[in-house]
Antibody, heavy 122, light 108 residues
């Protein structure tokens, strides 16, 4: 079955960087975009960006431009989310999810990774 | 930037019907998908497109679309449906994709 498995929890200091990985299996890696979202404690979901695993092309949310980099390694079917200059308000659970679309009318995310808690604290 | 607006909280009596709505200009052009999230879990897809359910989602969940509003309806709500629900869609301005703010559903 299709699975997305994320790396483990991270604790980082303000100003540091973090990498979260999303290892996929059960489908052709290059056939589907991977999206990244985050959820701060007690808050809603926030879309961060996505990557086309075939081409490496990325689209980032405006608020993360310059701080978030998405990459992929097709040899291990894995996508990476790197975030720099971490702040305390980056503390959140970070999710990856596989994108599926139909006729440029609807997009859905299925399945999701289990989530990775990133805590930014001095 | 475009937005998807949801009511923050909705409640329903056990076994009754509840509609959760999502409003935004982008929904005049694109369909939404809907996600259920229970505490401590990742979101899970429940409805996508016009009215499509992934395998394993009970048929009490349905979707509909009118103008700038997408709706998720639960017909005969069960205790296990108590969760947060989020809509999601392509955006026509601002960021390429966007989530609604989420609706916390309480089953009484």
């Amino acid at each position: 079955q299709v699975q997305l498995v994320q790396s483990g929890a991270e604790v980082q200091k303000p100003g540091a960087s973090v990498r979260v990985s999303c290892r996929t299996s059960g489908y052709t890696f290059t056939d589907h975009y991977i999206h990244w979202m985050r959820q701060a404690p007690g808050q809603g979901l926030e879309w961060m960006g996505c990557i086309n695993p075939k081409s490496g092309t990325t689209h980032n949310a405006q608020r993360f431009q310059g701080r978030v980099t998405l990459t992929r390694d097709t040899s291990v079917n894995t996508v990476y989310m790197d975030m720099t200059r971490l702040r305390s308000d980056d503390t959140a659970v970070y999710f990856c999810a596989r994108d599926i679309s139909w006729q440029d009318l609807v997009w859905w995310l299925d399945p999701w990774g289990q989530g990775t808690l990133v805590t930014v604290s001095s | 930037s475009s937005e998807l607006t949801q009511d923050p909280a909705v409640s329903v009596a056990l076994g009754q019907t509840v509609r959760i709505t999502c409003q935004g200009d982008t929904l005049r052009k694109y369909y939404a998908s809907w996600y259920q999230q229970k505490p401590g879990q990742a979101p899970a897809l429940v409805i996508y497109g016009k009215n499509n359910r992934p395998s394993g989602i009970p048929d009490r969940f349905s979707g509909s679309n009118t103008g700038n509003t997408a709706s998720l309806t639960i017909t005969g709500a069960q205790a296990e449906d108590e969760a947060d629900y989020y809509c999601y869609s392509r955006d026509t301005s601002g960021d390429p994709w966007v989530f609604g703010g989420g609706t916390q559903l309480t089953v009484l």
